[in-house]
């Protein structure tokens, strides 16, 4: 079995789920989790053999399907260009360095973000921007080095206490307290890769061997290729791709290159054994419930459901879904969103944890909830149909001296008129979303 050059280290050393050589002790939830996929094998006439060919082909050094249900900070990559629009790839490693020390779970590459034309003839860049990533991910967390903070002060109380304001100050809400604690910072630790994956089934296919060779644990598998095809040809392509990498399944919105499916194709969908995880992205209530709806009706307790839904990012996380006699939270979120003001996003991400415990929720996070939608539609130009979209991203980093500048590979994607007045209104309007004394305090480092 060919092992990962991984980009994480471990303190739980059991086998992640599905591996040769799994623990035979009490059972937990990953041997649970394990039982469950391999009874849909069996269940689709699977044999042993086969069901050991179903098995994640390369060996992840922490429990994948625990770390991920646990909930995580999972940014999408934005690309660094230079003002010439050639690959920077100082500040590459810089924002990537930025992802780690802020506490992120994990790191998405190759999605949307980091520009569907990497992949181009002529561009070239998706492997060496997954090998970047790989590298410099594996590097900074096996280095033991902490992020810099400003000086410590008392955290203050929890939500429950703390989000309590008068009616006459209905939308004051005090800062969010210290996100990650500095020990959960240091290597080793888990980090999950995922790597995006495109096109038709040749092209998903290769990207997906491209990406297990510098260690990306799973592939987040778009299907804008297959606008028309008939949702039986789409599950065959998405069985076939998830023999070679941990599959998570990707409900994008047709605005920005998706397309709908029915409840039944997200169904069937669940029955996939590599599946470890699915971001829902429509940007539509009633197609997120399909898809929350078709997991738990599954029994598919073993993966992970992820909000990539940027316009309701705090009320996806927050809502308890109920189907089929479980009841199951969104754990955590893969988000252009998150690809600023991440450390923010991991202090935020916490609170919400801690606020599921509650009995009862508090209407402050109803505000926060509408601030943070606010935001991202600054950011992701919803104003204009989302045109400015990623360089909203790059001029956040831009501000925060991470990137140099807004430039994307295509040059006609730029900032829309207005974009950039409406992104500095929603950073002063909402401080406690925004992370610029965390990154100006570490930035040398980063660029290092």
């Not at 316009?311 to 996380?317: G, R, T």
């Not at 252009?336 to 991400?349: I, K, M, Y």
């Given at each position: 079995m060919r092992k990962c050059s991984v980009a994480c280290l471990e303190v739980n050393t059991r086998?992640?789920?599905?591996?040769?050589?799994?623990s035979s002790g009490a059972s937990g939830p990953s041997d649970r989790s394990a039982g469950r996929a391999r009874g849909i094998a069996e269940k689709n006439g699977a044999s042993s053999e086969e069901w050991t060919r179903l098995r994640f082909k390369q060996a992840v050094p922490f429990d994948l399907r625990a770390h991920l249900l646990g909930g995580q900070v999972i940014p999408a990559l934005p690309l660094a260009l230079t003002r010439q629009r050639r690959w920077d790839e100082v500040r590459q490693r810089a924002v990537?360095?930025?992802?780690?020390?802020?506490?992120?779970?994990?790191l998405a590459v190759g999605v949307h973000s980091t520009q569907f034309a990497i992949r181009d003839a002529k561009v070239g860049l998706y492997e060496p921007v997954l090998s970047l990533a790989a590298e410099t991910a594996r590097e900074w967390l096996s280095g033991g080095i902490l992020p810099l903070a400003e000086p410590a002060e008392p955290p203050p109380p929890r939500p429950s206490t703390r989000l309590r304001q008068s009616a006459a100050e209905p939308t004051q809400l005090g800062p969010l307290r210290v996100g990650i604690s500095e020990p959960t910072r240091k290597s080793p630790r888990p980090f999950v890769l995922i790597a995006g994956l495109c096109g038709r089934t040749a092209?998903?296919?290769?990207?997906?061997?491209?990406?297990?060779?510098?260690g990306y644990h799973a592939g987040l598998l778009s299907l804008g290729a297959w606008p028309r095809d008939d949702e039986r040809a789409v599950l065959k392509h998405c069985r076939t791709i998830a023999r070679e990498l941990p599959l998570i399944g990707f409900y994008l919105q047709p605005a920005v290159g998706g397309?709908?499916?029915?409840?039944?194709?997200?169904?069937a969908f669940a029955e996939i054994p590599q599946l470890v995880?699915?971001?829902?992205?429509?940007?539509?209530?009633?197609?997120?419930?399909?898809?929350?709806?078709?997991?738990?009706?599954?029994?598919?307790?073993?993966?992970?459901?992820?909000?990539?839904?940027d316009d309701n990012i705090i009320a996806d996380l927050l809502t308890p879904f109920a189907f089929a006699g479980r009841t199951r939270h969104i754990a955590g979120g893969l988000l252009g969103q998150w690809g600023v003001w991440t450390e923010r996003a991991v202090a935020l991400l916490d609170e919400i944890k801690y606020a599921r415990t509650a009995v009862g929720l508090e209407a402050p996070w109803l505000t926060r909830n509408a601030a943070l939608t606010d935001a991202n539609a600054a950011i992701f130009d919803a104003a204009h149909n989302f045109a400015g979209c990623l360089p909203g991203i790059h001029e956040?980093?831009?501000?925060?001296?991470?990137f140099a500048t807004t430039a994307c590979l295509d040059p006609h994607e730029q900032l829309s008129p207005g974009q950039a007045r409406e992104i500095t209104r929603v950073a002063q309007a909402y401080p406690w979303l925004v992370d610029n004394s965390f990154v100006a305090t570490n930035l040398s480092r980063w660029l290092k």
């Amino acid at each position: 079995m060919r092992k990962c050059s991984v980009a994480c280290l471990e303190v739980n050393t059991r086998p992640s789920l599905g591996h040769p050589g799994a623990s035979s002790g009490a059972s937990g939830p990953s041997d649970r989790s394990a039982g469950r996929a391999r009874g849909i094998a069996e269940k689709n006439g699977a044999s042993s053999e086969e069901w050991t060919r179903l098995r994640f082909k390369q060996a992840v050094p922490f429990d994948l399907r625990a770390h991920l249900l646990g909930g995580q900070v999972i940014p999408a990559l934005p690309l660094a260009l230079t003002r010439q629009r050639r690959w920077d790839e100082v500040r590459q490693r810089a924002v990537v360095r930025y992802y780690v020390d802020a506490g992120a779970g994990g790191l998405a590459v190759g999605v949307h973000s980091t520009q569907f034309a990497i992949r181009d003839a002529k561009v070239g860049l998706y492997e060496p921007v997954l090998s970047l990533a790989a590298e410099t991910a594996r590097e900074w967390l096996s280095g033991g080095i902490l992020p810099l903070a400003e000086p410590a002060e008392p955290p203050p109380p929890r939500p429950s206490t703390r989000l309590r304001q008068s009616a006459a100050e209905p939308t004051q809400l005090g800062p969010l307290r210290v996100g990650i604690s500095e020990p959960t910072r240091k290597s080793p630790r888990p980090f999950v890769l995922i790597a995006g994956l495109c096109g038709r089934t040749a092209q998903a296919g290769r990207e997906a061997q491209l990406a297990a060779q510098p260690g990306y644990h799973a592939g987040l598998l778009s299907l804008g290729a297959w606008p028309r095809d008939d949702e039986r040809a789409v599950l065959k392509h998405c069985r076939t791709i998830a023999r070679e990498l941990p599959l998570i399944g990707f409900y994008l919105q047709p605005a920005v290159g998706g397309r709908v499916f029915t409840y039944k194709f997200w169904r069937a969908f669940a029955e996939i054994p590599q599946l470890v995880a699915v971001k829902i992205a429509p940007f539509h209530r009633y197609r997120t419930i399909d898809v929350v709806r078709a997991v738990l009706e599954a029994g598919r307790d073993d993966v992970a459901l992820y909000t990539g839904n940027d316009d309701n990012i705090i009320a996806d996380l927050l809502t308890p879904f109920a189907f089929a006699g479980r009841t199951r939270h969104i754990a955590g979120g893969l988000l252009g969103q998150w690809g600023v003001w991440t450390e923010r996003a991991v202090a935020l991400l916490d609170e919400i944890k801690y606020a599921r415990t509650a009995v009862g929720l508090e209407a402050p996070w109803l505000t926060r909830n509408a601030a943070l939608t606010d935001a991202n539609a600054a950011i992701f130009d919803a104003a204009h149909n989302f045109a400015g979209c990623l360089p909203g991203i790059h001029e956040v980093l831009r501000r925060q001296g991470l990137f140099a500048t807004t430039a994307c590979l295509d040059p006609h994607e730029q900032l829309s008129p207005g974009q950039a007045r409406e992104i500095t209104r929603v950073a002063q309007a909402y401080p406690w979303l925004v992370d610029n004394s965390f990154v100006a305090t570490n930035l040398s480092r980063w660029l290092k």
